[in-house]
């Protein structure tokens, strides 16, 4: 009788399945509990796990669940909970899990600045493959976008850092061009208006003087001398008078 086809199309999913994990030579790592120093445990659950899936983001490992890492030691009678902060703890518990690569460390706090300190360990030589250490003086979120992501590039590269970095003091912009100054107005009286009256005020007051001073001449009487000129005889000019009245 012939089988299904069901049947044989599930058999072929399966062993297409299992080739696909035989070729697939990524290490297999484990993200160990940090340790929690002066630090709420909740937050330091929060940070372990979303170091394992920035590891997982990055494609070049794959990464045993959480789940299946305290399954797994349970079922060893691992007493420890896959709690570890030194090397030979990682090997030990590395070894358990069938794994390649350990990541372990603590997370502590002083006041309010956040200190993560996590190391890479081959499993199989015990050797540290990267070792991260960082600070940072923000909130809980920030260090899970941020600070967790940083850490996890570093140590998938296989960096060694003994300091925390420090960020980059940003590049002041150029100055903008500074405008020429504009040129002084011209001065103005305190009066706000214009020189012209005042000159032409000057004027009708010559004028009034000159006018004044004729009359005063006609009040005297008389008509002026007539000019002599030499040699005899009157130069046939006269004076003209003008009455004014007052």
């Not at 518990?93 to 890479?120: E, Q």
């Not at 980059?168 to 208006?193: C, F, K, L, R």
Request: include cysteine; aromatic fraction near 4%; glycine fraction near 10%.
């Amino acid at each position: 009788m012939s089988r299904p086809t069901g049947f044989i199309a599930l058999v072929c999913v399966l062993c297409m399945v299992v080739l696909s994990h035989a070729q697939d030579e990524r290490p297999l790592i484990a993200i160990s509990p940090l340790q929690a120093k002066k630090v709420d445990p909740e937050e330091v659950d929060l940070i372990s796990e979303a170091m394992a899936g920035e590891f997982q983001n990055t494609g070049e490992f794959r990464v045993m669940e959480r789940s299946q890492m305290d399954r797994i030691l349970k079922e060893q009678g691992f007493q420890t909970s896959g709690i570890c902060d030194g090397n030979e703890c990682a090997v030990e518990v590395g070894k358990v899990l069938g794994i390649d690569r350990m990541v372990v460390g603590s997370v502590g706090r002083i006041g309010t600045m956040y200190v993560i300190n996590v190391r890479m360990v081959d499993v199989a030589s015990g050797e540290i493959l990267g070792s991260v250490h960082r600070t940072e003086d923000r909130e809980l979120k920030f260090v899970l976008t941020n600070l967790v992501p940083q850490v996890a590039k570093a140590l998938s590269t296989g960096q060694t850092e003994d300091q925390p970095v420090v960020a980059a003091e940003p590049v002041p912009a150029p100055a903008a061009p500074t405008a020429p100054a504009p040129a002084p107005a011209p001065a103005v009286s305190e009066s706000g208006g214009s020189v012209w009256p005042w000159l032409l005020g000057g004027g009708v007051l010559a004028a009034g003087g000159a006018a004044a001073y004729f009359l005063l001449l006609q009040d005297d009487g008389g008509e002026d001398p007539a000019p002599s000129v030499p040699g005899g005889g009157n130069t046939g000019t006269s004076t003209v008078s003008i009455p004014v009245t007052w």
